[in-house]
């Protein structure tokens, strides 16, 4: 019997679809959209008409668009107007304050199904804490086994509760096929360079100080090398992080935020996370080993739940320029090596971090939510209208 279809609404305080959590959202609606769900995605508005592109990338998805003012008390109000207009299902909350919101709002709307996303392996507040806890939220879906056994010791969590969904990668953006750069012309690196590429924003848990003196090792063997940063942050920053390790700049090209990063994947010769702590599972490894580059990668959180040392990819120790300079190495020094992880890799991912996967699992969740909410409502009824 075929399935009625769900109605859903993705509750995030993000304005835009253009990083982490915004990103898995859409993609995750816009596979459900695909399976005949009916999805509607609530953005944070702001004032200054920046939601228009995103508007209209919602709807090309087969997704409804609302905007919120989710950061205003106000937004209470219409959440929980919209709540009841919409007869929705489930609601998926994304970010601590969509939680709080929705919270806010619950006593005084449906009593909808919910579920709430969490991303990172920061350690949760004592307030987080207890929203996860509270009996309105059916189910928390973490993103790696790592973040399932975090809540469960530090926020009291039930496991029964926790849900772990892998995140997903874009099929239709990274394909392997995708043309890489012209090194020279593109980067202005030498055509014959070897290139290492970190894609992440410059923040102190990214691992950038780290990559810097992990990089003067690597060249001090090898003088082919070159570096790519990929992500929000001025060169002024990175410059200062390569002055202290004492790295020549012109051995490290910074693109800043990069719209491109299929290509550049394809460009590159080992893909690098350097993280310290906060991930969940970094995104830009998911996609390196779906373009099928080879990748390093500290072993933080659920990132070695994908990257799987010596299978597909090499894991370091976090906070250890010396191992990851030595990872770096042997992967440039062995390429065929590198090649048969990475493959490894892709098959990995291309099997089970896609979209339709995931789309497919939380569809099969928030059914499991609708159903548990109508049999306690039977319940319920039988006790306050017992028959006569």
Same mark, same amino acid.
Request: include cysteine; glycine fraction near 6%; charged fraction near 30%.
């Given at each position: 019997?075929? @399935? /009625?279809?769900?109605?859903?609404? +993705? ?6 679809? !253009?990083?982490?959590?915004? *990103? +898995?959202?859409?993609?995750? #609606?816009?596979?459900? %959209? ?5 999805? /509607? ?58 939680? +709080? ?23 949760? #507040?004592?307030?987080? %804490? ?11 879906? *973490? ?8 809540? =469960? ?17 874009? @099929? ?23 290139? =290492?590429?970190?894609? %992440? !924003? ?25 570096? *790519? ?7 002024? @920053? ?22 491109? *990063? ?8 080992? #893909?690098?996370?350097? #993280? ?13 080993? %779906? ?85 306690? @409502? ?11």
């Amino acid at each position: 019997m075929e @399935e /009625t279809p769900l109605s859903i609404l +993705q509750l995030l305080t993000h304005s835009k679809i !253009n990083a982490g959590g915004a *990103v +898995q959202a859409f993609l995750l #609606s816009r596979e459900l %959209a695909r399976l005949g769900h009916r999805v /509607t995605m609530a953005f944070s508005e702001r004032e200054d008409g920046a939601h228009d592109e995103t508007r209209a990338r919602v709807e090309a998805a087969g997704c409804r668009y609302v905007g919120l003012r989710l950061r205003r008390l106000a937004s209470i109000k219409a959440l929980r107007d919209l709540l009841i207009e919409g007869r929705y299902d489930v609601v998926h909350l994304h970010r601590e304050q969509a939680v +709080q919101r929705f919270l806010q709002a619950a006593p005084l709307a449906p009593d909808v199904g919910a579920v709430a996303n969490v991303g990172t392996s920061k350690v949760p #507040s004592k307030a987080r %804490a207890r929203r996860l806890r509270s009996p309105r939220i059916d189910r928390v879906v *973490v993103v790696a086994e790592a973040l399932k056994r975090l809540l =469960v010791r530090t926020a009291g969590v039930d496991p029964a509760r926790v849900e772990v969904v892998y995140g997903a990668y874009d @099929e239709e953006r990274f394909r392997p096929d995708a043309a890489p750069y012209d090194r020279a012309a593109d980067l202005g690196v030498p055509d014959d360079a070897r290139l =290492v590429g970190v894609v %992440a !924003n410059l923040d102190p848990k990214k691992g950038h100080r780290v990559l810097a003196a992990a990089a003067r090792r690597v060249l001090a063997e090898r003088d082919d090398v070159r570096f *790519v940063c990929a992500g929000k942050g001025e060169r002024a @920053e990175l410059d200062a992080l390569l002055d202290a390790a004492g790295v020549a700049r012109d051995r490290f090209v910074h693109l800043g935020f990069h719209d491109d *990063v299929p290509r550049l994947l394809r460009t590159l010769d080992v #893909s690098i996370c350097a #993280s310290t702590k906060g991930e969940g599972l970094t995104g830009s490894i998911r996609e390196s080993l %779906a373009m099928g580059v080879p990748v390093v990668s500290t072993a933080v959180a659920g990132n070695v739940e994908i990257v799987r040392h010596g299978r597909t990819g090499l894991l370091v120790p976090p906070r250890d320029p010396d191992a990851l300079a030595a990872a770096i190495l042997e992967t440039l020094a062995d390429p065929d090596a590198a090649r048969a992880r990475a493959e490894a890799g892709a098959a990995l991912v291309r099997g089970r971090f896609t979209s339709a996967a995931r789309a497919e699992r939380m569809a099969e969740l928030y059914r499991e939510i609708r159903t548990y909410r109508r049999v306690r @409502e039977m319940e319920v009824d039988s006790i306050l209208y017992p028959e006569v």
